[in-house]
């Protein structure tokens, strides 16, 4: 049953991955703050029990998309965010805001250090840190290549950069 789950997630996630390559053409107002609201509603017992707190301060950020693909967006960053932290005491924090006439949205997190070199890197396919994705318990390996193929399906960009003492920082910009 866990191999078929893998499995199915690999098929939808490669699915969802191929359709966002494409420019989106159903658009209605999404609000990035209750989207990243809902993230982190649906990843709060796992972040629980990982001893992970979330922070921050989610401010009205409409867009026009495409709903479950940046529902999608949201939830990727926030699974990532809690899955790849530190041990104990670790913490998430999600914001959205609108500057400079853009909706942004940000996950950061506590975790370990990730070199400047490596952060590409995390983008491609099947590609995590020193190893490949496939046969992890984390996920199939496609949350970040789906975030950045909707955020450019959506005429956005999403911007990665390592925190000092270890973690990322993942920023969405989508145009407003």
Same mark, same amino acid.
């Given at each position: ?44 017992? @796992?972040?629980?029990? =990982?001893?992970? $707190?979330? +922070? ?5 950020? %409409?867009?026009? *998309? ?57 983008? @491609?396919?099947?590609? =995590?840190?020193? $190893?490949? +994705? ?5 996920? %199939?390996?496609? *949350? ?33």
């Amino acid at each position: 049953l866990a191999t078929n789950e893998r499995s199915e997630q690999l098929v939808e996630g490669l699915l969802l991955l191929a359709r966002s390559d494409n420019q989106i053409v159903e658009r209605g107002p999404v609000d990035l703050a209750e989207v990243a609201g809902q993230a982190i509603d649906q990843v709060a017992a @796992e972040a629980e029990s =990982r001893h992970v $707190t979330f +922070r921050g301060t989610r401010r009205p950020a %409409v867009v026009q *998309g495409n709903g479950v693909l940046l529902e999608r967006i949201a939830l990727n960053l926030v699974q990532n965010a809690v899955r790849y932290n530190i041990p104990q005491d670790g913490w998430v924090e999600v914001t959205t805001d609108v500057q400079h006439g853009q909706a942004v949205l940000v996950v950061s997190n506590t975790g370990p250090v990730v070199p400047a070199y490596e952060v590409e890197n995390l983008f @491609e396919p099947f590609r =995590r840190l020193r $190893t490949e +994705r496939t046969g992890s318990d984390k996920g %199939v390996g496609l *949350g970040l290549s789906i975030v950045r193929s909707v955020a450019r399906a959506h005429g956005g960009h999403i911007y990665a950069q390592p925190r000092e003492g270890g973690g990322l920082v993942m920023r969405v910009t989508l145009p407003i």
